[in-house]
């Protein structure tokens, strides 16, 4: 019996779920990363104190629902470690929101969602990346999924209805007012894609009258933003803030950057290149496979138009991010809203019948290992070469050289080797072979993706960073060896994190460091961002004039380093 089928599909969906809960829990010891310690402890002064404008980097739902939730299951005091878990839990508790949002997505009876929950419900749950994301204490990978996923579902049923309806425009407003106080930037794409979705509407439903969609689209994105002011402004006034404060750093950082990537400036055509083709290159084999489905298949230019809102939302995220950032959303925070949204598009968009789908493979002997290898091969690729992850290699642009500019070259020729592959594969007339192979193939680089973004490093935010559990073991270890009870002393506020009252945090910036320097035996950073020794020449200079002793964490990727004072001389590790 396939999983999730029509007979047993609660018992496969719980499954499902009790396996993502027992995975994340598995996971929740994990050391907090720089961020996310700033966010552990604006939710315990949010907790203690009530809001405040520490911590208020954006709108402030996000940290509403950790203080709620703190509130019910108790304070995360950051002087004990281990209660970072109390706000990892509410992470959890928004994928689990997503999940029964998935179900009741369920209820439209399109696609495979809604004949196999279990096996949507696996492809979100269990991916590594989304488990990941569950966990990592932010905005965009935890309470605002949810909130996005509600808007897409409640957008659908407007769409449906014939002549559009009021009542569920105010309840749309209502949901975008919602998720931009839980964030105010990445659910302002809602607007030109409701927009453009109903403008889209005689595309897919040229039977019916559009023009009501689209007045009611525009009138609930004016409600939907004036709802938004409202409530942002009587927060702020009911907690003494300016309506501004919670937007500071958003309009702080947008001063002279829009407009600033326009074709015409300095090589702002390869810039312009580069970025216009890594949309349709993340989203990749599914895209290919859909759109060279629909070729095949000589699909009228009507159905072509008729592009699911999931994908149409999740493109014009990319779209927006790319043009704007010119990143590749620093692993894995901003990108984590989009492949909720993927998952949710293939799912409803292709129907699959399982049973039908393998007496076809098994029909075709030869084309089976054909088309089982090249998925291998995929998912192979997938996993261990950057020249799939293209923007994993464009944030890395600020250093280029012959190795990367080729891994480009790969990355923009690999789309089209895959319309080629998939146009060998979906020639099969068979419906349900040309089903399961878009169906298997969509799992497959799912699954791929998140395994490489689960585990790349990221240079923005330090996701995917290894070596700061075994820095801080080792460093324990010399502080012992040593016999020296003065606390460490970091430029990391991780590291300062894990050890906590038995460590200093340097800030060169703002302090008489060199004094500093000298009160202390040992000194712990990372190799690089910001934050490390190596950032500035002359700090480098002055620590080692000082310290003299040196080690690098031995790791295919060098990330952490530390200085000490030593009793006699320096050897390895004392």
């Not at 019910?72 to 109390?86: E, M």
């Not at 709802?227 to 002279?256: C, D, N, Y």
């Not at 923005?460 to 010399?478: D, P, R, W």
């Not at 060896?481 to 945090?505: C, E, H, M, Y």
């Amino acid at each position: 019996m396939p999983l999730g089928s029509t007979k047993r599909p609660l018992v496969a969906v719980l499954s499902v779920i009790a396996v993502y809960i027992i995975l994340c829990v598995l996971q929740w010891h994990r050391l907090p990363i720089q961020d996310e310690i700033f966010f552990h402890r604006a939710a315990f002064k949010w907790a203690v104190g009530g809001p405040q404008a520490d911590g208020l980097w954006h709108t402030p739902f996000y940290l509403e629902g950790l203080r709620i939730w703190q509130k019910l299951f108790g304070i995360a005091d950051p002087g004990r470690q281990g209660s970072v878990f109390i706000l990892r839990s509410f992470g959890v508790f928004t994928g689990l929101l997503t999940a029964f949002l998935f179900l009741k997505g369920a209820k439209r009876k399109e696609g495979f969602l809604s004949s196999y929950p279990a096996i949507v419900l696996a492809l979100l749950l269990l991916n590594p990346y989304f488990i990941q994301c569950s966990l990592l204490l932010d905005i965009d990978n935890t309470l605002m999924i949810p909130a996005l996923v509600l808007w897409v579902l409640a957008v659908l049923k407007w769409d449906d209805a014939k002549n559009g309806s009021w009542s569920q425009t105010v309840v749309i407003a209502f949901i975008s007012a919602f998720a931009l106080m839980v964030k105010e930037l990445t659910p302002l794409i809602l607007i030109p894609t409701w927009i453009c979705y109903s403008f889209l509407r005689p595309w897919r439903k040229p039977a019916e009258s559009s023009f009501t969609h689209i007045i009611q689209s525009i009138i609930g994105i004016i409600l939907g933003l004036s709802l938004f002011a409202l409530v942002l402004i009587i927060w702020t006034q009911a907690h003494h803030m300016s309506w501004r404060e919670p937007l500071e750093l958003t309009l702080g950082k947008s001063k002279g950057k829009i407009g600033q990537y326009t074709p015409w400036d300095v090589l702002g055509i390869v810039r312009w290149i580069f970025l216009s083709y890594l949309p349709l290159v993340w989203l990749q084999i599914p895209t290919l496979f859909f759109l060279t489905k629909m070729a095949l298949e000589k699909i009228s230019a009507h159905k072509f138009f008729s592009i699911p809102l999931p994908f149409l939302f999740a493109l014009a995220v990319y779209l927006c991010y790319s043009w704007l950032i010119q990143g590749s959303f620093y692993f894995a925070k901003y990108s984590a809203v989009v492949w909720p949204m993927l998952v949710l598009d293939f799912s409803m968009v292709i129907p699959l019948n399982l049973k039908k789908a393998t007496e076809c493979l098994n029909e075709l002997k030869n084309s089976k290992k054909f088309i089982l290898g090249f998925l291998f091969v995929w998912l192979f690729g997938i996993c261990f070469f950057n020249c799939f992850e293209p923007l994993y290699i464009i944030e890395m642009r600020q250093d280029p050289n012959l190795n990367k500019l080729g891994w480009h070259f790969v990355s923009i020729a690999l789309p089209i080797f895959l319309i080629l592959m998939g146009v060998k594969i979906i020639k099969y007339q068979e419906k349900g072979i040309q089903n399961a192979v878009v169906v298997f193939g969509i799992i497959v680089t799912f699954l791929g993706h998140s395994l490489s973004q689960a585990t790349m490093d990221s240079p923005g935010y330090l996701f995917g960073e290894e070596g700061l559990a075994q820095t801080i073991e080792e460093v324990k270890q010399l502080k012992i060896k040593i016999s020296r009870g003065k606390p460490v002393l970091t430029t990391a506020v991780d590291v300062q994190w894990a050890f906590q009252n038995d460590a200093k945090l340097l800030v060169f910036e703002k302090e008489d460091y060199l004094k500093i320097l000298d009160q202390y035996d040992i000194l712990v950073s990372r190799t690089y961002d910001n934050y490390s020794v190596r950032y500035n020449p002359q700090w480098l200079t002055d620590v080692n004039s000082r310290f003299r002793c040196h080690q690098v964490i031995n790791l295919p990727r060098e990330r952490f380093e530390w200085w000490w004072k030593p009793l006699a001389k320096c050897e390895e590790g004392l």
